[in-house]
Structures are given as C-alpha cells and as structure tokens.
C-alpha cells in the first residue's frame, strides 16, 4: 500500500513527492473514452462497475499516488432533486432554477447512502482494488448553489451576484441546505472507505474577500468541521482563489490546493502549517520534455518549505493532452524528488 | 475643464476622488441602445459622429469624471487585417486565425492615421465637446494575440498557450507585430488629442508570474516607453491579475487598474508610488443603496494611502445593471471622497 500521499496530506515526511492530477479520469484517456461510447456521462456516474473501471485508468496508466472516485459535483445536486441533464460540448443544464423560495423548498436534504448508492458501492468496490489511496470528493456549497441558480455552467454568474445581494437571506437558505447535504454526502463517503476528501470551488474565485468571508467561507467551514471526526485529510481547492488564499487557510482544511495563477513559494508563506497541493499549469504539460522537466523542477523546488507537498495540476487536465506527456509529468515528479 | 481625473493619475492631491466606469457608454443606457437599432456594432466603431454622441451619454448622465473613446480593442486587430465579425451573443469572430508565420506575415503594421481615421477623427471631435478629460486605448498584446490565435474569445485559451509551448518563436513573432501595430496606434491617438491612454489586458490573468514576465510583460513595457515622450497618464490594466501585480507594476505604466478579487489596500502596498484605478466588483451595483453605499465607503477609505486613486469598478458594467444605479456610485463616491 503507497500511502505517500496521505503522509504528505499529514505533513509528514515522504520519500519522494506524491503526486495525482485533477480530472486524471478522463476524456484524454483512449480507454475512459472506449467506456463512454457506449453510456451516456450520467449513466457511466451512476454505474458503479464502469466507474471503478475508469477510476482505475490513471491509476494503471500513469502511476499516480492517490485515486480520485470517478464522479460529478452536481450529482449530489441532482440527489437534492435538481432536473439536471448533460448536453455534450455544452456542459451541465438545470432546467429548473432555484431563484425563489418556493423553487428552493422543493429540493431535499437526501440521505446519501439511499440516494447516491452507487458512489458508495464506487468507493467499497475500489478500496478492495486499489493500492493507492482514495480521495472522495462533493462541490463546495458556493459553486453548486451557481449552477442551480444560473441553471448550468455562467461566464458571469449575474442571477447569483443578484441573489447574494439583493436577497441575501434566499441566498444563506440555499448556502444551509447544500451544506447540508455536502455533510450527510462526505460522511457517506467517509463510512464508504475514502481515505481523503476534496472540496472543489470551481466558481467561487468570482468573490471578492469580503464576499467570500460572508456568503461563502462559513459552509466550507461547516463542512469541514463535521468531517473532523472522520480524521481522514480534508482538502479544501479554491480555484482562482490566490486572493482569498488568507481566508481559505481558516477553513479548517488539511491540504489547500493551489491554481497555477500563484507562486507556489509565495503561498507557502501564506498556508503556515498546512499542506498544498498543487501548481503546474495544466497546459504546461504541452511544452517539449527538457521544458517541462525545468518548470517541474523549478515547481519542486519552490515547494521545499512546505509542510507537505502533494504535486497537481493547478486545475483539471485538458482534452486534447497527450497521455504520454502527463505520464511524463508522474514519472518526472517522481524522479526528481526522490530524497 | 475637470482636471482631477489627470490630476489623480499623477498622484496629486484633488478636492474628491475622480470615477469613471469601464463600459460606461454601452448597452445598460437605453439612449446607447437607441443608436444601435439602426446601425451594427461595427458600423458604430466607424462611424464619428455616432461614436461622439455615446461617448457623451455617460458623461452627461451620470457625471463621471473622464470619458473613454467609444470604440473596441478590436478594431485594431481588423485594421492589421484579420477580418472581423461581431455577431449578437455570441462575440467576436475571427474566421481566418493566425496560427503559422504564413497567416502572420499576411498582417500588416497599418498607418493608424489612414486605417483608423475615424477613431482618430472621433477623438478631435471629442475634444471639442468634453469638458473632462478623453482616455484613449487598445488593447493589450497578449489579449489581442489570443482572439487572432483562439478566432475569437475562449474559455481556456488551448490554442494559446500551445503556440506559446510549443512555438515560442512565432508567438512572439505575433506579439511584436501586434505590439508595433499598438505602438502606432496608441501614439496617433494622443496626437489626435488623447490625454491619457489605457491597455485592456483582458485575458493575461490565465498566465502564472513566470509565463507572464516572458511571454506578455516586455510587450506591454515596450509600448509603455515608446508612450512616454508623449506626456500623458499610461494606465495598464491587467484582469484577474492579483499575482502578477508585483510584475505590472514595472510595465512603465503612471495608474495600474484592478479588479474587484483584491483588496485595494493590499494592492496599494504592492504598487507602491503608482496611482490606482478600481476596484468595486461591477455586481455590487446591485445592492440595496444602503449597502453601495457602506461598501463605497470601506473602498474608498481603504485607498486613503494610495499616490492617487481613480475610482472605477473592477469590469466592465455590466449589461443588465440599472443607470440609475451607476448614477448613485457616482454621486456617492464624489460625496464621501469630498475633502
């Protein structure tokens, strides 16, 4: 069993740099995309047997130290009974928003084990395969509460700035119940087997640190302090967030993932005594070999004074990447910080 | 003659804080919408009479301290030949993208005063008119080098950064030219009667620091120093671009411009003898008036130290924001600046 990566989470010593990569599962994989030919994205979320199977992909493939479980964020929004549907090339639809009380009276507060069994039965199924460890994983409150008021993906966010400021209280109501559910979802996961859990802000850079502290911070906190117990590593991924880097610190997280936007060295200094995961620029793995080995190196070396390094991409792997080259990216890692 | 736009740029003492809103002449004024029903957006870009009259609207109406040209970073791009398309929601459209030296040397460095005549002819009609000062603008080079490369605006920018990756030599090959083209341009402006000239760096905040200082940076500097002689306030203003603040600041620009992510105090500290441009998020717009209220009042308290501090917002105002709105922020931020 590698644990590395839990080590690093712990700030503990490790032999070498762990190492995985946002969206490993995914579709620049040959094999992911042989397994999507024949189900649909939702149905494949929702069919334990392929998610292990996909889940299992880099793992093999790469090398990585840790496994992600293969699913969505806005799964759990659709357990909460959002209408939700994929349109390929467009992204995530809600057809039904929650702009109103009544909208937002509708969703529940589902019982994870019931309601999304087949991420629970992923997670049992991957722990007797895998010899890394499992990282679950929920959106944190701030990016699902924008899909379900925009009713999908935004370059704005308008209808959500409108709500927070105009209607504040609808806001915090809508904030409370999906924090809620985030809760019930990870503890499943946790009881489940997974060995770390990761919030991912994919929107939540949009906030300026006032708002972040006021409409955002208080449920990631709230989260994180119900998983305590749980005593597996939490990690808290605000995108875009060098800004709210301060304000994330406090959120009660193990490990803060870092986009590439930051110098890794520079949020060091600012996370104190808490692990990173993190930086390069996902599209950096396009650069020529002797290129890429340079920055991985320069990123490496940046990170020495952290208390725990796990090495990432500063957001999701790109489509077109080659999978060589993110192999490459594992193995150079591996090489050049072996202490 | 209002001067305490110039003034503050300059970082002299003036008797209240100047505003000016980016997009303040644009779709959210109704009598901007009035002149678009009967001409396209481009036919608006080139036609002086009309740019002169929505130019004029905000400065009328909401008694904003400087005008900016009513025209489009674009239009640049279209006089060194791209051919360019503007279509309803769905933005700009390059048909022909320059990715091969090929597609590049097809581009021209044109005489801004004969292929831009009609911004040029706008901004001496202006003159005449405006009792407060004109800036006049371009874009940026990387941002413009992304909407020849993308064919148009992205949401991740891969053809970009693979060019950068992998080609460095013809993105910066595509850089320089834009840059000459900029250089020109820019130089024609103030001749023309300009009395103060921004670059829009709309999209350089997907770079990190390093990718930043080699591939945008020496761009902007270049253009920076071959403005100088010309004698007017340079204001740089680089999006999303919290993390390259301590780089911006050695671009040679008088004002650096924020956005609503970081807080003006902080930034203050980083730019150190420069004057600032910004920061309210353009969504606050949207508060009840109490809490704009309260909100200008922390912003414009927290840029007490600055060398000079331009109000604005962080962006561009946002199509669906209420005029009366904007009118209040200006109002509100002439009356507590007063000293």
């Known amino acids: 069993m590698n644990d590395t990566f839990l080590k690093a989470c712990r700030g503990e010593k490790t032999a070498y740099t762990p190492i995985w990569i946002m969206r490993q599962a995914g579709r620049y994989l040959p094999d992911y995309q042989k397994v999507r030919e024949n189900v649909t994205f939702l149905e494949l979320c929702k069919t334990p047997e392929l998610c292990v199977e996909v889940t299992m992909q880099p793992v093999d493939l790469l090398g990585v ?3 992600i479980l293969f699913s969505d964020i806005l799964i759990l929004m659709e357990a909460m009974g959002a209408t939700l549907q994929f349109h390929e090339g467009r992204g995530p639809i809600f057809h039904h928003t929650i702009r109103d009380q009544v909208a937002l009276d509708r969703l529940i507060v589902p019982d994870a084990d019931e309601a999304t069994w087949f991420v629970m039965e992923t997670i049992r ?3 007797k395969e895998l010899q890394v460890p499992l990282i679950g994983f929920a959106g944190a409150p701030f990016t699902c509460a924008t899909y379900l008021i925009e009713g999908g993906s935004s370059k704005v ?4 700035k409108k709500m927070m400021y105009r209607e ?3 806001f915090h109501n809508l904030m409370a119940k999906i924090t809620d559910s985030t809760i019930f979802y990870l503890q499943a996961q946790a009881r489940a087997g997974a060995q770390a859990l990761q919030l991912f802000d994919s929107w939540v850079g949009i906030l300026g640190p006032d708002d972040f502290a006021e409409f955002a911070l208080p449920y990631v906190q709230r ?3 119900a998983l305590k117990p749980y005593d597996v590593p939490l990690i808290y991924f605000a995108n875009n967030g060098a800004t709210l880097l301060d304000l994330s610190v406090t959120s009660g997280a193990d490990v803060i993932g870092l986009d590439w936007r930051i110098p890794i060295g520079e949020a060091i200094k600012k996370v104190g005594g808490k692990a990173v995961q993190g930086n390069l620029d996902p599209f950096a793995l396009l650069l020529p070999k002797d290129r890429l080995r340079e920055r991985i190196g320069r990123l490496l070396k940046d990170a020495e004074g952290a208390h725990g390094h796990i090495f990432n991409l500063g957001h999701g792997i790109h ?6 080259q993110a192999k490459f990216c594992v193995d150079t890692v591996h090489e050049l910080s072996s202490r």
Chains 1, 2 share one sequence.
């Open 319 to 324: 489509q077109f990447t080659p999978p060589e």
């Open 223 to 225: 989260i994180m302090a």
């Open 125 to 127: 199924l991957l722990r």
């Open 65 to 67: 130290d840790a496994a």
């Open 168 to 170: 504040p209280e609808l």
């Open 157 to 160: 966010f308008w209808e959500t």
